[in-house]
């Protein structure tokens, strides 16, 4: 019994992985299809949306499941709570993901505004953000996770070179504003998975030590 | 030991509605600060941040403590998971009137971009749809639930109505770009609010029906 149960233990950390997987790729490819001004890719995005929706469906039950059957305590509970969680996290990474597609259509039926610098570099921070959350949830590495919640303020600084630099260009000339707009709501929607990939961490650390990070400098005063 | 648990669950119940109230007057207070141009009041809503931050650790640390020792099945397990993750989302609509005021606190350094017609109307329009979810979840009301789920095209329409007007001020006006923007981004975090009470209403169709309604478009292909 006890090692079925392991098994499925380990069967729920793959998931978990194949599914941090698809919101990367999903990520990268969203932004790509701006970069390279290429509509199919946003297609691509949106079937990945039915694919990790899916895969959210299945997580769940499955833990749910594992919960009223095996009736868990302490490590195997919390693991399974926080498996629960970082599932939800993930799936609305996907759909962060499609908002920047929504943004991207609109985009790609103009010129573009100008080449873009900071939203990739933005982008492959984000990615490395949820791949690392995930690698320190299967591995338990808590040191991982706090590098992760580290990074969340690279993001928020990148965020803040975008807004300025599309504010300038919105001022000097008008007719770039629905442009430099829908590039600002990207950065938002970059920023946002910064912030879930930082609740995975958050999670982690939780998970392993008990101790409730979440709010550090609130729960003290 | 069953009266006990029960006794447990309507206190999980109440401490639910309870935050609850803390998110909605956090919405409320943070865009009276802005129609009122009252910067005190932004004070009084990261003071709430704190209080609601409080608040999901603890219901966070009573729900595990009643996965772990009673080991519920069937309502009452999916009932405990859906208050972990309805405690989630109004931790996240607290932060959600947290930006909202942070916005404000620019806006307020500059004189008024013109009065707030629909944006109020947004406001009450979320507030309500967090208050009627949350009576959703303890009165088990899937019925009341679809309605919240209705509900969340109102938001939508709100954001693209303000969306557009504020468009129009920026592209006659340059000046009014900064404010303008602030005023959009309001606008986009009222509407994820929307989300958030969404979502709430789904994991209490989840909770009531055992049945998934998270993606009801995307599970049958």
Known sequence: MERHFDKSLDHLNRKIIEMGTVAETMIGRAVQALAERC?????????LEN????????????A?????TQQPVAADLRFLVAAMKING????IGDQAVNVCESTRILLQQPPLKPLVI???????????????????????????KTVI??????????DQIFRELLTYMMSEPSTIPRAMSLVLISRNLERIGDQATNIAEEVIY?????DVRHPDKTES
Chains 1, 2 share one sequence.
């Open 39 to 47: 509509m199919d890719m946003t297609d691509e995005v949106f079937a």
């Open 51 to 62: 694919r990790i929706n899916h895969m959210q469906i299945e997580l769940d039950e499955e």
């Open 64 to 68: 749910l499941r594992l919960l009223a």
């Open 89 to 92: 996290e993930l799936e609305r």
């Open 119 to 145: 939203l990739p570099m933005m982008t492959e921070t984000a990615q490395k953000m949820v791949r690392e959350s995930l690698n320190a949830f299967v591995t338990r590495d808590t040191a991982l996770a």
């Open 150 to 159: 580290g990074e969340d303020d690279r993001v928020d600084n990148f965020k």
């Open 207 to 211: 998970m392993v030590e008990g101790k």
